[in-house]
């Protein structure tokens, strides 16, 4: 669980309404059903003309890396993959059969299951760079209807707010009808503001970072296992994989070691 996503958005949305409530009047002037409709209808529209239904759907397991996110860390995969090359220098690849089971991560399961298995390694990094190649590919298209919906938003909030003008200036001989047509042509601005700032553009924002830490340990996880394929030495396969650490990172597990 990322706290740090949902401490944003409760405190973004926290200090608005804190705000709204100290100026006085309550939530009730700002709620209006047709501006909210113009925004949040407008935008899944607009999400909906520029991806299709399968991107659109997929986007929401997407979205949830913002708040789920169950990636083994690079100093916990180095770890491991330190330890595997001990037991294969120790007693050959076979012997890693039992570790590969209790492994959580599927796609190091996968990977070296295949290498267990007697694929050869470069055959078994082939394989896993192209899956990490479609899973950047998912994560760039749900960044994108993110930022779709960032954008249209706003976008939607003038097209409501020219409505409630040209409401408003239809009804200037009903006084009672002025206040509808205003509420509509702010409140639209509000709503769309808040989507695009509050939500939309963070939570792209976000997404990104998590698309650049799961590449990071895909890519380490594939260098890991192609140097257990090369049978290369338990040191080596540590300082190797310490490449993908920044220095004091790196110097973090040196000195523990």
């Known amino acids: 669980m990322d706290i740090a996503t949902i401490i944003g958005l409760i405190l973004g949305f926290g200090l608005i309404l804190a705000s709204i409530a100290m100026g006085g009047g309550g939530l009730g ?31 929401f397991g997407v979205i949830m890396k913002c708040f789920l996110f ?4 690079a100093q916990e995969t180095i770890a491991q993959f330190k330890k595997f090359a001990e037991v294969v220098r120790k007693d050959g690849l076979l012997a890693l059969e039992d570790q590969a089971a209790e492994i959580k991560d599927d796609y ?6 295949s290498l267990i298995s007697g694929v050869p ?28 919906a960032g954008a249209a938003a706003p976008a939607f ?21 002025i206040g509808g047509g205003m509420a509509t042509a702010l409140l639209t601005t509000l709503y769309g503001a808040l989507i695009a700032n509050v939500v939309c553009i963070p939570l792209a924002g976000k ?24 049978g290369e030495s338990p040191r080596v396969v540590e300082e190797k994989l310490l490449g993908f650490l920044s220095p004091k990172s790196r110097r973090s597990i040196l000195a523990k070691a």
Do not use: C
């Open 108 to 113: 190091m399961r996968r990977g070296l299951e």
């Open 121 to 148: 390694a470069e055959d078994v990094a082939r394989t896993l760079e192209t899956e990490l190649a479609y899973i950047e590919q998912r994560h760039v298209t749900g960044k994108k209807i993110v930022d779709s």
């Open 207 to 230: 997404l990104e970072t998590r698309n650049q830490e799961e590449t990071m340990i895909r890519e380490l996880i594939i260098r890991g296992i192609a140097l257990l394929g090369e």
């Open 70 to 73: 169950k990636l083994p860390s």
């Open 29 to 59: 002037p700002f709620i209006d059903p047709p501006s909210m409709m113009i925004v949040f209808g407008g935008a899944t529209a607009a999400s909906l003309i520029n991806f299709p239904l399968k991107n659109n759907l997929g986007a």
């Open 157 to 177: 909030g003038m097209i409501g707010t020219l409505i409630g003008l040209v409401q408003m200036l239809r009804s200037l001989d009903d006084p009672s009808k």
